[in-house]
T-cell receptor, first 111, second 117 residues
Framework: DQQVKQNSPSLSVQEGRISILNCDYTNSMFDYFLWYKKYPAEGPTFLISISSIKDKNEDGRFTVFLNKSAKHLSLHIVPSQPGDSAVYFCAARTGANNLFFGTGTRLTVIP | GAVVSQHPSRVICKSGTSVKIECRSLDFQATTMFWYRQFPKQSLMLMATSNEGSKATYEQGVEKDKFLINHASLTLSTLTVTSAHPEDSSFYIC?????????????FGPGTRLTVT
C-alpha cells in the first residue's frame, strides 16, 4: 500500500524556468513532509521540509507547498539550474516515526 | 557534518552465500539506524530499524533470519544478507539519527548495490 505517491516518474524543464514536482499522500495522520534529492549511486540528501501546521515553506530557490485538504504537496524550484537534475523523493511521517517515501521523480534541467 | 558511510558501495556474490554491509555514522553518534531497500523504479522501503544495544525491529514481510542486523556500537550497524538469492539483488541504503541533537532527521548513506548471481 503506497501511502506516498509521485505520479510523474520524470520531468524535463528548461534552465531558468520553474520546476514543479508533485506528491500525493493517503494517510491523514502524516504531520511532517520532506523532500530529498538523490544523485545516482548516492543516498538521498535532505532538501526541504514542511510541518502540517504550515502551508508553505521557502528556502532560497526551493519552496514547498502543502494542501492538507487535498493531501497534496509540491516542490517548486525557481529558477531551475542544470545542477538540479536528480531524482527527487517526497517523504512523510507521523511524529518521530518512520518515513514513507514516494517512488521519485527524475528531474532533468536542460541547459 | 552528519555524514553516513556505507561499505561496500557495490558487491557481487554468488547465490547461497552471505554478504555483510556496514553503515557508519562518521561524525555523530547514532542510537537509531534504519535499513532501506530500493528496487528499480520503486520507492525506498524500510526494512528494519536498528537500535544500539537491543534487537532490531523488522517491518512486516521482512525475514529477520535472512536479514541479520547488528548495531554493534553507537557509530556502526551491519546488515548481513544470509543465503542470498538473485531476488535479493537490490540497492540497500542505511540512514542514521543524530543521538546528540534528539532530532528525528535521518541522514542517509550512499547506498550499496548488491547483485546476486
Amino acid at each position: 500500500d503506497q501511502q506516498v505517491k509521485q505520479n510523474s516518474p520524470s520531468l524535463s524543464v528548461q534552465e531558468g524556468r520553474i520546476s514543479i514536482l508533485n506528491c500525493d499522500y493517503t494517510n491523514s495522520m502524516f504531520d511532517y513532509f520532506l523532500w530529498y534529492k538523490k544523485y545516482p549511486a548516492e543516498g538521498p540528501t535532505f532538501l526541504i521540509s514542511i510541518s502540517s501546521i504550515k502551508d508553505k515553506n521557502e528556502d532560497g530557490r526551493f519552496t514547498v507547498f502543502l494542501n492538507k485538504s487535498a493531501k497534496h504537496l509540491s516542490l517548486h524550484i525557481v529558477p531551475s539550474q542544470p545542477g538540479d537534475s536528480a531524482v527527487y523523493f517526497c517523504a512523510a511521517r507521523t511524529g518521530a516515526n518512520n518515513l514513507f517515501f514516494g517512488t521519485g521523480t527524475r528531474l532533468t534541467v536542460i541547459p | 557534518g552528519a555524514v553516513v558511510s556505507q561499505h561496500p558501495s557495490r558487491v557481487i556474490c554468488k547465490s547461497g552465500t552471505s554478504v555483510k554491509i556496514e553503515c557508519r555514522s562518521l561524525d555523530f553518534q547514532a542510537t537509531t539506524m534504519f535499513w532501506y531497500r530500493q528496487f528499480p523504479k520503486q520507492s525506498l522501503m524500510l526494512m528494519a530499524t536498528s537500535n544500539e544495544g537491543s534487537k532490531a525491529t523488522y517491518e512486516q514481510g521482512v525475514e529477520k533470519d535472512k536479514f541479520l542486523i547488528n548495531h554493534a556500537s553507537l557509530t556502526l550497524s551491519t546488515l548481513t544478507v544470509t543465503s542470498a538469492h538473485p531476488e535479493d539483488s537490490s540497492f540497500y541504503i542505511c540512514s542514521a539519527r543524530d543521538a546528540g541533537t534528539g532530532s528525528s532527521e535521518q541522514y542517509f548513506g550512499p547506498g550499496t548495490r548488491l547483485t546476486v548471481t
